[in-house]
């Protein structure tokens, strides 16, 4: 789902849920190692005689694989219950579930956004699904799961003692342990007059790069910008017009020399200065892999994708065994990739 561009969503009466496509999943450098993403299974489902459809049943969770499909392995799993309403009234169920799974440098940990549903208008006239964004992490096993708080987009710093997220819009780091949260992105303590998103570390762990949200002469930009920690040397690298579509998902390479990104006309590669930008694929969530030689990205039929760093030798990765059971691997819409360094 992934590397998301919005992060608060109020759901309307049609009960629709989602989230924009941009994540963070920094990559650490070493071996490549397991590649960690969300799945989702569409259930459906039929309501009786008398109730009108509201939402559609679903499997979702984190899973690994290794770059070839081979051993992958349920990391958690959530299901959304199929809804029906009758009359006027709207029964809205609170659910959870897991998603944009971010390697530790340690490839033993993920830092991961929880996303709460609540009914905020119990029995209203309409559905009122309200998103509850929260930064937990969790072991790659998922044991010891633990909530730091509030806030999505989660990405580990190099040293593994820092957290970057967005928090209410804006970019922000705290500890590994949830302490000392400050953000990042914005003009004074409040982050005011700029939005940003998808926060990806640089290597030395003393610079981000981020998408960043701003009005301008009336317009709003969309920008992959870069900040240091002590919120010095903003720079923006690339900047569109919103009208003109989207920038999402920024991921450094190992070496941090390259920024790979996407945009709604695929998937794009520069330099970490801004220059000799070339598009290398169709698709969104890009990340490089801890070698540097590979990128995996989401591919427009929803499943995970692997290249090579020019574009070159694009393949569908296909998770063995299966996510939860399905016979059919087109039936799932797999997202947010994250490549971990060999442990």
């Not at 920094?26 to 071996?31: E, L, S």
């Not at 969300?38 to 290794?66: K, N, R, S």
């Not at 342990?177 to 998808?198: C, D, K, P, V």
Request: aromatic share 10%; with cysteine.
């Amino acid at each position: 789902m992934g590397k998301r561009l919005a992060i608060v969503i109020g759901l309307a009466a049609a009960g629709v849920v989602a989230l924009g496509p941009s994540t963070a999943a920094a990559t650490f450098p070493g071996k490549n190692g397991p590649i960690a993403f969300t799945a989702l299974h569409d259930l459906g489902g039929q309501c009786p005689d008398g109730y009108y459809y509201l939402q559609g049943g679903a499997d979702e969770g984190i899973f690994t694989m290794a770059p070839n499909g081979s051993a992958a392995s349920q990391v958690s799993s959530q299901h959304r219950p199929l809804v029906c309403y009758s009359g006027s009234v709207f029964p809205d169920p609170d659910y959870r579930f897991d998603n944009e799974p971010s390697y530790s440098p340690s490839g033993k940990r993920f830092v991961f956004t929880l996303a709460t549903y609540a009914d905020d208008c119990n029995n209203c006239d309409y559905g009122d699904l309200r998103l509850y964004p929260s930064v937990a992490v969790m072991n790659v096993d998922g044991t010891n799961r633990q909530v730091l708080g509030g806030g999505g987009d989660p990405a580990f710093s190099p040293s593994g003692k820092k957290i970057a997220f967005v928090d209410q819009n804006k970019v922000a780091v705290m500890s590994s342990r949830g302490r000392h949260a400050r953000r990042l992105t914005g003009h004074g303590e409040q982050g005011s007059g700029e939005y940003g998103f998808a926060p990806a570390f640089f290597p030395s762990g003393a610079r981000i790069v981020y998408v960043s949200e701003e009005k301008f002469a009336r317009r709003w930009r969309l920008s992959i910008a870069t900040i240091r920690l002590d919120r010095s040397h903003r720079r923006r690298l690339l900047t569109v017009l919103r009208s003109a579509g989207t920038l999402t998902s920024p991921d450094v390479s190992p070496d941090g020399k390259r920024i790979v990104f996407g945009r709604n006309t695929g998937i794009y590669v520069m330099r970490s200065d801004g220059t000799h930008k070339h598009r290398l694929a169709e698709g969104s969530d890009p990340v490089f892999s801890p070698n540097g030689r590979r990128i995996a990205f989401m591919g427009t039929g929803g499943e995970i994708m692997v290249m090579g760093v020019d574009g070159s030798d694009q393949h569908a990765v296909i998770p063995n065994p299966v996510p939860f059971g399905v016979g059919d691997p087109s039936g799932l819409d797999l997202a947010d990739p994250s490549w971990s360094p060999k442990p």
